[in-house]
């Protein structure tokens, strides 16, 4: 079961957090178990690989568990080639062949911007994803990631923030709707090994000492700390275990050169945010009980 529960109701919204049911080990080897879990449960999978370091450790996982499943590798021609490049050095750097499927943005530019605008969806940058997964010659489950990490933000109150419109959310339900997906970490065991990790926790105590300590750039008054998250934190976690076993890319974000149709509303409501205290999620996942815990 997946370990976020994301609800809508005539009280607002609101976000749960399963603890695990067990006491849960290192990242990489609760990560290793998801991927055979996976295995176990659905058979085969497509793995999207986006040649980042989520994908990279993902790619890691599977190949090391000797897992049935097909890498693949969606190329926005001119618009993501610097992936592409990137994804030619991980078939090597594994020894393994990625899947690759390109288009061209311009065959399918106008009608993706028609469908966004008639069904209310906010963007359009999930739709080349969706186009190829939609064509891929079996129909098995798809592999990802984005949805089950949450970002941490804050300065002296670190808290994790949810949207129930979030974009991730938005593709896995663009996904959901011709076969199934599946987020990576898969369970709450292996989410918790993430949120828990002393990297992040630190992390969290830095943030509060230099807020505490007015330690702000004295040029804006920023704190050095607050936009860096997923830039910084989150690889020295994954790196912190997974080493020299992955590839560390260059890699932008994949937006900056698409066109202004595609990518022109990336932002989700702010009445559906919910904030997270870090500190209480990670106080209840490692309890380890297997109970729930809803912020709204």
Known sequence: MNPIIYNKDNTGYSVTYRSPSRKFGNLRDELNKDALKIN???GPVYVGFSSGVDSQ???RCFLDMKCDFIPFFVHIKEYNDFEYDMVLKSEKFYGIEIEKHSINMEDYQDQWVKHSIENNISTCIHYPLVHVINK??????IVTS???EPCLIGANNIRIYHNYYEQ???RFKMI???RTVLDFPYTSESLAAYYCDDIIKN?????????DNRLVYARTGDFPQTDYFNAYVKPFVKGKYFKTDILYPSKRTGYEIFPMEIVKDLTSPKEARIFADYEEVVNHLEKCNGSEKTFK
Do not use: D, Q
């Open 40 to 42: 176990k449960e659905h």
């Open 57 to 59: 450790v993902i790619l």
């Open 168 to 170: 991730m959310r938005l």
């Open 146 to 148: 984005g949805a089950n």
């Open 176 to 178: 959901g709707e011709t």
């Open 203 to 211: 992390y969290s105590n830095i943030s509060t000492y230099f807020y």
């Open 136 to 141: 891929l010659s079996e129909k098995f489950p």
